[in-house]
């Protein structure tokens, strides 16, 4: 569901229409599903194509609660122009 949120926030750069790019992002859900510490890690070097995806992050914001009720780091990987 978390990946889901964060792909109907996500607006991907209309100038990168036949670009292919990737990232990877890491970051932490708290206990109670705040989306914090969001890093790329790698970035895709493309300034519009990370901003895009950290944007994202910033629209979701928070996911729901963790069913452990503990704090995890999670990682997604992010590509256009397959």
Not at 18 to 33: C, I, Q, T, Y
Request: charged share 20%; proline share 5%.
């Amino acid at each position: 569901r978390l990946r889901s949120r964060i792909d109907a926030a996500w607006v991907k750069p209309a100038q990168l229409a036949g670009v292919r790019l990737l990232a990877k992002v890491v970051f932490d859900v708290s206990s109670s599903g705040r989306i914090k510490n969001v890093q790329l890690r790698p970035g895709s070097g493309n300034t519009a194509f990370d901003q895009s995806i950290l944007s994202a992050f910033r629209r979701a914001s928070s996911a729901e609660p963790t069913p452990t009720g503990q704090s995890h780091q999670f990682s997604l990987s992010f590509q256009i122009g397959q």
